[in-house]
């Protein structure tokens, strides 16, 4: 079994990833060399004429579709303030739903790892969101700090 699975009763939450294009299917495929995928993933893509009203509308219906075994939804969107983040954002009063955005290999990764199943969905968000920051680096300060030594 992976991931976030809520202490009461096991159930597993789906992890929903929202994007422009293809970037949200992108991830989750590339991710697929790294680490087990599980079937409660899925991805959601902004179309390029695509209204937020249109979007929000899709979105809702996937929530719907995958929360059957838990009310919980844990979404991560692609980049802050942009359509995605802002049909979700709208959503968050009506569902219960643990937003991320900023989506990375990083954090997906995190969200599917055999070792954070014991974890509350909330609890997972901000240990990937930890995660995803600390794995963000520029390796020239890294390699300049390396030389002074």
């Known amino acids: 079994m992976h991931i976030c699975q809520e202490k009461k009763g096991n159930k597993m939450v789906p992890v929903i ?5 293809s970037l949200a299917s992108s991830i989750k495929e590339t991710t697929k060399l790294i680490i087990e995928m599980r079937d409660e ?9 695509e209204s937020l009203e249109d979007f929000k509308c899709r979105l809702e ?3 719907l579709r995958v929360r059957g075994r838990t009310d919980k939804v844990i979404i991560i969107s692609d980049m802050p303030l942009a359509t995605p983040f802002n049909a979700a954002a709208m959503l968050m009063e009506k569902y219960h739903i643990f937003h991320l955005t900023g989506m990375s290999m990083q954090m997906l990764t995190f969200l599917l790892q055999k ?11 901000r240990r990937a969101l930890e995660r995803a920051k600390e794995q963000t680096l520029y390796l020239n300060d890294i390699l300049k700090g390396e030389k002074k030594d």
Do not use: F, P, T, W
């Not at 993933?41 to 004429?49: D, H, S």
């Not at 199943?117 to 909330?122: G, I, P, R, T, V």
């Open 41 to 49: 993933v899925y991805c959601l893509e902004l179309k390029e004429e």
């Open 61 to 63: 219906q996937l929530i």
């Open 17 to 21: 990833m929202i994007s422009h294009g």
């Open 115 to 125: 070792d954070n199943s014991h974890m509350h969905a909330e609890d997972l968000c």
